[in-house]
């Protein structure tokens, strides 16, 4: 599985970013998308998750409210809306897949991941 991860960049507080994850390669029958972000120095963290039916499987604390996450199956991708950006929003966005259903939000769940993509929110 290949997982292209792109719309990252630089914006400004309150601003808002969408973040696309293409899959290709091998495909599964069930499976869990997720989206993680690690920011310098810190530990890579769980943003949000969904299922291969398009169920959200939720999302992380400091982002709920202001991220969405979706999917398009026709197109293999994921999305992940982001709003109201802040600064404590930036680090590098990794989307990851599970080849199963998990609610686990630790990233060593996760088999298959993208290469990253940067989001800097200035304030």
């Known amino acids: 599985v290949q997982l292209q991860a792109s719309g990252g960049g630089l914006v400004q507080a309150g601003d808002s970013l969408r973040l696309s994850c293409t899959a290709s390669g091998r495909t599964f029958r069930i499976y869990t998308m997720g989206w993680f972000r690690q920011a310098p120095g810190k530990e890579r963290e769980f943003v949000a998750a969904i299922s291969w039916s398009g169920g959200s499987l939720g999302y992380a604390d400091s982002v709920k409210g202001r991220f969405t996450i979706s999917d398009d199956n026709s197109k293999n991708t994921v999305y992940l809306q982001m709003d109201s950006l802040k600064p404590e929003d930036t680090a590098v966005y990794y989307c990851?897949?599970?080849?199963?259903?998990?609610?686990?939000?630790?990233?060593?769940?996760?088999?298959?991941w993208g290469q990253g993509t940067l989001v800097t929110v200035s304030s």
């Open positions: 990851a897949m599970d080849p199963g259903y998990t609610r686990n939000r630790s990233p060593l769940h996760y088999n298959y």
